[in-house]
């Protein structure tokens, strides 16, 4: 009995000592969290030639966790959706995943009018700048070249 109790505590010992010592493995980048919109930029193929801001009631917001993605959009004012009703707000949620430079999304399922709209487009693949606290989605072009983003920062 004795002899057990010595080996459980040492084998505590090192593996605390192990836990301690051991390098740690580089962190990864994450855009896990909660993102909102505030400006665009247009693209000249890699060049950025215009800022857009958001228009005034204008509001979206992107949130990522688990591999999850959901986005809602706001507008002060009503627009027709894909079957002509009137909204003031669009969403959307699937699942995401990330590379060293790209975003890739999935969306399954949105309001009636988003889905419509997307019809069998439901796979988005954007270059991908991250940062501490702010991001962008570009778009590019079937040669590969920059054509417009979507910049983020981070709210949570």
Do not use: C
């Amino acid at each position: 009995m004795k002899k057990s109790i010595y080996l459980v505590l040492l084998l505590s010992v090192f593996v605390t000592i192990v836990a301690f010592t051991s390098d740690k493995p580089e962190t990864y980048h994450s855009i896990e969290g909660t993102w909102e919109l505030v400006d665009f930029y247009n693209f000249d193929g890699g060049d950025i030639t215009d800022t857009l801001s958001t228009s005034e009631g204008y509001r979206q917001v992107k949130m990522y966790y688990n591999g999850k993605v959901m986005w809602s959009r706001t507008t002060l004012k009503y627009i027709k959706d894909a079957d002509g009703n009137n909204v003031k707000g669009r969403f959307g949620y699937g699942s995401y995943k990330i590379t060293m430079n790209e975003l890739i999304e999935n969306i399954e399922y949105g309001d009636i009018g988003m889905m419509t709209e997307l019809d069998t487009l439901r796979n988005f693949k954007f270059e991908l700048w991250l940062g501490e606290d702010s991001f962008s989605q570009i778009t590019l072009d079937e040669d590969g070249n920059r054509t417009f983003s979507e910049n983020y920062k981070r709210i949570d």
